[in-house]
């Protein structure tokens, strides 16, 4: 049959992510890839899961809960043991507040479900992370930009009934900038929403990756400022992708307990429930693993940044080329001059064996063809020394 | 802030399955519950999991593609090994044919995401499976009943541009009835189909589960009579659930290949991808486990439906309920004289501690007030005859 008048009207302008058709080439050898923002493999804790899947499943009361279906709130201890971590970190859950989700990605999908109609507004940082605006686009909204914080542009959001439904945000090393809102932005953006009366969703992947200091607060925590997540407007999206292993698919969603009881709801319908036995691996993950881990996620990570920023001031002196300088996170976000095209670049660098992700798939107006992300997540500091020279050669040919 | 108000006009009417909430009565040991349609844990292969998680994560190999992000579309492995199962049973499928779901319960909700606009017309069996009306429901259909096979009703739909979007059909011991179309009624479906030019969506997580003889072909099968998959008009939604374990969350849509395509970015905003070690775990299943395991799950379940109808015929006896006789699956239904209130039963029947579905969960129009779903997977024979003979106490008491 002929199926393109089939499709819904929400499936227009629905195109496949260009991140994940990057991943396919990671399969090819030869190319040292800044593009995908996947974690380092070396660093999952192989050891740790192969011993939790081990317990679970011999342990005959628990293996047969761990491959049946489950509650669609998700494993009680796991729930327990988020609300705790949010808690000590100045955000105040109990187990009510906590849904456990197939990644943030699910969590970030079921807030525009959730919130955005056909045509209503909805706020987002501009650049802003690609598979949020995939999933966003879905439910049609009228994107409005958060101005950025260090301009004094007048926000252009509606009021009242028209108010945006939702202001989607990455306050801590950012995707696709790395960069973090200060505190004094993160009051900002928190005083614009209060006064719109629009809720605020905090997407937080790479809060644990930071570099340098301990991390702000997250906006969650700000928002709050010591009252309970009950009584929050910033609802906060957790994963454990980037921390232990995204292989596993698992996340959550921290909201007021009836917002949560709605989004049961949403994953009822979705897919019942995250995967049971990934669910109490990951709880029994949280109890073993030591509590220094993360120093050395955190330090393999750093030392990749400083490769990637030695190689940028190194290989573009010279050119017109600006980049950020991030405290943490996976990314560094390159800006070319004005007339660059950074899709163009990407063909001319994969026939160099480089690739990163071009700008615009950042973009919810679909602008920014003069910027890319490069991730140094996976490549060692030679090869970020050598996939830097071939782009620099790409920029020295091509602007 | 006051949520209420936020809320998108998708997520009105929207209910928490009452299936999911009797998930929960399960925890009591004093309840024989008949209520929600899970597999039996005795059943799940523990051994040949544990052996598969093993393997993988002590395979330095695969281990960091297990624990990374894949493609969205799936596991190359699994897609073949069930593009090869689907061939064998009259489905002619390519690896391009299949998309890994979060159980089929995802690929049941992105058919309604792909195809259905506010408004415009859907057909559903009455009754039908409740989880796909909580999926239908946030697209807001307008519901079309597939007539009865049984009677001569003539179809209400409409025809041209307002044709129904698609059909969701259960050919085989459907959920809640436990009853199967026969060949002449498939092939009734797949002509009004046709002409209606309406996609079918088949939804099989229990053709596998039969008792008598060999089952027969699925809609799909029937509708391609020889032909591949790529010019089906019948989507297949297939889950691992029902034979293999549901915590695993694996299932698949089967789908001409430019349909695929379509979904795959579904996949992607929605949450990726399924758990890449899941995957490779169902992958290595379907190999490492013997080819006659599913005789003594359907044995298991034979014996179960077997002591329910009996327990039934006993019990029930003199009065005027009437009830399916299924050849497989794990439901039977009841149909009670019409003033009975199947939802008010629940809880006498509760304080009884026997638990069950009361039948407006799998109307989308609300109605079935006199119908209950049984379900026979979790009790054995003794149990079984027990909780009936409490059931027929609380229909005495209150018919």
């Not at 945000?169 to 929403?193: K, W, Y």
């Not at 991730?375 to 500091?381: E, I, K, N, V």
Request: glycine share 8%.
């Amino acid at each position: 049959m002929t199926w393109t008048p089939q499709y819904a009207e929400r499936t227009a302008g629905m195109t496949r992510s260009e991140v994940r058709e990057l991943l396919k080439l990671l399969e090819r050898p030869e190319i040292i890839s800044f593009g995908g923002g996947v974690p380092e493999p070396a660093l999952f804790p192989v050891k740790e899961t192969q011993a939790a899947y081990d317990d679970i499943l011999g342990d005959p009361k628990l293996v047969g809960r761990a491959l049946q279906y489950g509650v669609s709130e998700g494993w009680t201890p796991l729930r327990e043991q988020i609300a705790a971590t949010m808690t000590a970190k100045g955000v105040r859950c109990d187990v009510e507040n906590i849904l456990i989700t197939s990644g943030s990605q699910q969590a970030i999908d079921f807030t525009a479900r959730a919130f955005v109609d056909p045509g209503s507004e909805m706020l987002v940082q501009r650049p802003t992370f690609l598979g949020a605006l995939k999933a966003f686009s879905a439910y049609r909204p009228k994107y409005v930009v958060l101005p950025d914080p260090k301009s004094n542009e007048p926000i252009t959001a509606s009021r009242g009934a028209d108010r945006p439904r939702m202001a989607y945000v990455m306050a801590d090393f950012q995707n696709p900038t790395g960069e973090s809102l200060t505190m004094a932005e993160r009051h900002d953006v928190i005083r614009l929403c209060a006064d719109l009366d629009t809720p605020i969703v905090e997407d937080d992947p790479y809060g644990e990756l930071y570099f340098e200091a301990e991390p702000m607060p997250t906006l969650a925590a700000v928002d709050l400022d010591g009252r309970h997540m009950d009584e929050s407007r910033t609802l906060y999206c957790g994963t454990f992708s980037k921390t232990l292993a995204p292989g596993l698919r698992v996340g959550w969603l921290a909201a007021p307990r009836g917002v949560i009881e709605r989004f049961v709801m949403l994953k009822q319908a979705a897919d019942i429930q995250v995967s049971t036995i990934n669910q109490i691996v990951v709880s029994k993950l949280l109890d073993s693993l030591p509590a220094n881990r993360m120093d050395h996620v955190r330090a393999t990570y750093r030392v990749r940044r400083d490769a990637m920023l030695a190689a940028l001031d190194k290989h573009l002196g010279g050119m017109d080329i600006s980049f950020t300088r991030p405290d943490g996170g996976l990314f560094v976000w390159l800006q070319l001059p004005a007339h660059a095209n950074a899709p163009a670049l990407l063909e001319k660098a994969v026939a160099e064996n480089v690739a990163f992700v071009p700008g615009p798939a950042f973009h919810h107006d679909g602008g920014g063809a003069n910027t890319m992300r490069l991730s140094y997540s996976l490549a060692d500091a030679a090869q970020i020394d050598v996939g830097v020279q071939r782009l620099a050669k790409v920029f020295r040919e091509n602007l």
